[in-house]
């Protein structure tokens, strides 16, 4: 079982920034990508970035340019840099970690922490 636990949301105005992050404990060795999802009131969830074992990351084009993801492996805890905020950018955000393989998917979500971004 891998636990996950965000943190560092909050009210923020817009052009602000905010760092998220997201600990992992328990199995984390079979993790080969971590990332951030997010969720509006009446919106679906999205994927906002990304990274995996190797390094390899991705963004969502609405946020290119101004988040970035970055992991510490020691401490198993992955970040989340926002700049520049937009007050679409409010949401909640969810730390997710999974293993991705041909025959083998699973997924493991984190409670959520709030992003508040007043125009």
């Known amino acids: 079982q891998v636990q996950l636990v965000e943190s560092g949301g909050g009210l923020v105005q817009a052009g602000g920034s905010l760092r998220l992050s997201c600990a992992a404990s328990?199995?984390?060795?079979?993790?080969?990508?971590m990332g951030w999802y997010r969720q509006a009131p009446g919106k679906q969830r999205e994927l906002v970035a990304a990274i995996t074992s190797g390094g390899s990351t991705n963004y969502a084009d609405s946020v290119k340019g101004r988040f970035s993801i970055s992991r510490d492996n020691a401490n198993n805890t992955v970040y989340l840099q926002m700049n520049s905020l937009k007050p679409e950018d409010t949401a909640v955000y969810y730390c997710?970690?999974?293993?991705?393989?041909?025959?083998?998917?699973?997924?493991?979500w984190g409670k959520g922490t709030l992003v508040t971004v007043s125009s």
């Open positions: 328990g199995s984390v060795a079979s993790i080969n990508v």
């Open positions: 997710n970690a999974a293993r991705r393989s041909p025959g083998y998917i699973r997924d493991y």
